[in-house]
């Protein structure tokens, strides 16, 4: 009886795990998206509907809306294309290209180079490209193609240069392009207070997988834009781990294999270290000192 109880509960089970699941990942895909108002207010609408005409039976209605849920699928690859084009550019990324040292020289070439535009509230635009290619989402630009170091970023974004207005992109630790127009963001949630970079950063971050670094004119503070997300005020090393937690390549974790060839190679080396000391030959214990001789004193007068 229990084993029948349970062959036909795990299926349904499963399948409203697998729904569970697959719901929450599409609302934090969704999320925070130029495409979450109207997908939000679609479905309000969609339930109302069905709910309606669940309740009073309107026949006609309800066809309408199965046929509309059939051809739905379209106008979510509409609404969401910058996202899904972004999403399964992430799934086929692999950076294999650069080694880690040169990845981590990278990182440390933008971080220098924010400190020191921050510390003379310059303002300054970089995006740094991975596997979208960013020319595709902004417009105009400046081809410069040169080794990113923090001297050349530092003239390009001096004021009253020719170049200094728009974005930097760069990829593998050179300077793409300058002057560069990033897509604004059109979304209305934003503080009144973000300026034009950093709008300007969330809306080049929603259509590609880059990431943007932003160097506020006004205050100096830092900040930076990944999938759509905006972090203000961070410090340099809170810039330096995020970086390199995208950048550069993670180490391969150890796993049960690992830990247990490792323990075997530990007790090894030490049972053969204990086995030699064993076998080891005693040394024969050194001659000791002999005793010295005992001090003479004079003889005794004879008493007579």
Same mark, same amino acid.
């Given at each position: 009886?229990?084993?029948?109880?349970?062959?036909?509960?795990?299926?349904?089970a499963?399948?409203?795990?697998?729904?569970?699941?697959?719901?929450?990942?599409a609302?934090? +895909?969704i999320?925070?998206?130029r495409?979450?108002p109207v997908?939000?207010g679609?479905?309000?609408? =969609?339930?109302?509907?069905?709910?309606?005409?669940?309740?009073?039976?309107?026949?006609? =209605?309800?066809?309408?809306l199965?046929? +509309?849920?059939?051809?739905?699928a379209?106008?979510?690859?509409?609404?969401?294309?910058?996202?899904?084009?972004?999403?399964?550019?992430?799934?086929?990324n692999q950076?294999?290209?650069?080694?880690?040292?040169?990845?981590?020289?990278?990182?440390?070439?933008?971080?220098?180079t924010?400190?020191?535009?921050? #510390?003379? $509230?310059?303002?300054?635009?970089m995006?740094?490209?991975?596997?979208?290619?960013?020319?595709?989402?902004?417009?105009?630009?400046?081809?410069? #193609?040169? *080794?990113?170091?923090?001297?050349?970023l530092e003239?390009?974004? +001096?004021?009253n240069?020719a170049?200094?207005?728009?974005?930097?992109?760069?990829?593998?630790g /050179?300077?793409?392009?300058?002057?560069?127009?990033?897509?604004?963001?059109?979304r209305?949630? =934003?503080?009144k207070? =973000?300026?034009? /970079?950093? $709008?300007? &950063?969330?809306?080049?971050?929603? *259509?590609? #997988?880059a990431?943007? @670094?932003?160097v506020?004119?006004e205050?100096?503070?830092?900040s930076?834009?990944? /999938?759509?997300?905006l972090?203000?005020? @961070?410090t340099?090393?809170e810039? $330096? %781990?995020?970086?390199?937690?995208?950048?550069?390549?993670?180490?391969? %974790?150890r796993?049960?294999?690992?830990?247990? /060839?490792?323990w075997?190679?530990?007790?090894?080396?030490r049972?053969?270290?204990a086995k030699?000391? %064993?076998?080891?030959?005693?040394?024969?214990?050194?001659?000791?000192p *002999?005793?010295?001789?005992? &001090?003479s004193?004079p003889?005794?007068?004879?008493?007579?």
């Open positions: 009886m229990a084993l029948e109880l349970l062959n036909n509960i795990w299926r349904p499963l399948e409203i795990l697998i729904l569970a699941v697959g719901i929450y990942y609302a934090n +895909f999320r925070g998206t495409g979450a997908v939000t679609l479905v309000v609408l =969609l339930v109302s509907l069905t709910f309606i005409t669940t309740v009073l039976e309107l026949t006609v =209605l309800r066809g309408l199965t046929w +509309f849920f059939s051809f739905s379209i106008g979510v690859v509409v609404i969401f294309q910058p996202e899904l084009r972004r999403l399964l550019a992430e799934l086929g950076s294999l290209l650069l080694s880690a040292r040169e990845q981590r020289e990278d990182v440390e070439v933008i971080v220098e924010v400190e020191r535009l921050a #510390d003379v $509230r310059i303002g300054a635009l995006a740094m490209e991975q596997s979208i290619n960013l020319a595709e989402a902004v417009e105009s630009g400046i081809v410069v #193609d040169c *080794e990113a170091t923090p001297e050349m003239t390009i974004f +001096f004021p240069n170049i200094h207005d728009g974005g930097v992109i760069l990829k593998n /050179r300077i793409l392009r300058a002057a560069c127009i990033f897509p604004l963001t059109h209305h949630d =934003l503080h207070s =973000l300026g034009t /970079r950093h $709008r300007a &950063a969330i809306g080049l971050s929603e *259509e590609t #997988d990431v943007i @670094v932003i506020s004119e205050s100096g503070a830092i930076y834009a990944y /999938r759509g997300e972090r203000r005020g @961070v340099a090393e810039l $330096r %781990a995020f970086l390199t937690s995208i950048f550069v390549q993670r180490v391969r %974790a796993n049960w294999v690992d830990h247990l /060839r490792l075997l190679a530990q007790n090894i080396s049972s053969s270290s030699a000391t %064993a076998s080891a030959p005693v040394p024969p214990p050194s001659n000791p *002999e005793p010295a001789a005992p &001090a004193f003889p005794k007068a004879e008493v007579k």
